[in-house]
């Protein structure tokens, strides 16, 4: 799956080769709150679900989707080189990784944002629970991922997410 647009950028999955620029990304707007930090082995693990925009063989911008449970995911470290800010490269990650969530099932997106504007305009809504019923909570319990328990609002997590915003599209 490679998708050129129109300025050069291609989306593509994302390579072993490709987690020094994420890095990069996470580094730079973990800073300020806007990406969680993640430790690189967790990039390396996670590879499967990013995708990344490159134009003129340079990473511009990552994106991942992390399947939560049989119709929800979660769309996770979108971001975009801030040079390149502006040019439409997030809309297009945030495009494919929708587009990757329907492909394997999943009817609902959750993220963590404070990029509130910038979601709604690709269908997402505020929401202010978590949009899953007690069997399937009971079940996320049981994971290890840190995601997953800002997903749930778990306590332990509270000061990851001070500020930002749930949001959710149905597909």
């Not at 999955?13 to 990069?24: C, G, K, L, N, Y």
């Not at 991942?64 to 449970?69: G, P």
């Not at 929800?72 to 439409?88: C, F, I, K, N």
């Not at 690709?122 to 997953?148: A, K, M, N, R, W």
């Amino acid at each position: 799956m490679t998708a050129t647009h129109p300025d050069g950028v291609s989306i593509r999955p994302a390579r072993t080769q490709d987690v020094r620029a994420i890095r990069s990304f996470i580094d730079t707007y973990s800073t300020d709150g806007r990406l969680l930090s993640k430790a690189t082995v967790t990039l390396f693990e996670d590879i499967q679900e990013f995708l990344v925009a490159e134009q003129n063989g340079r990473i511009v911008g990552c994106g991942a989707l992390h399947v939560m449970w049989e119709d929800l995911a979660e769309v996770r470290t979108l971001a975009v080189d801030p040079e390149m800010a502006g040019h439409g490269i997030g809309g297009a990650l945030l495009d494919a990784l929708l587009l990757r969530a329907r492909d394997v099932g999943v009817q609902r997106v959750f993220c963590l944002t404070f990029a509130v504007p910038f979601f709604e305009r690709h269908g997402f809504e505020e929401i202010d629970d978590t949009p899953v019923d007690h069997d399937v909570y009971e079940q996320l319990l049981q994971s290890y991922d840190e995601g997953v328990a800002e997903f749930l609002g778990l306590e332990r997590v509270k000061p990851n997410t001070l500020g930002n915003h749930r949001m959710l599209a149905r597909l």
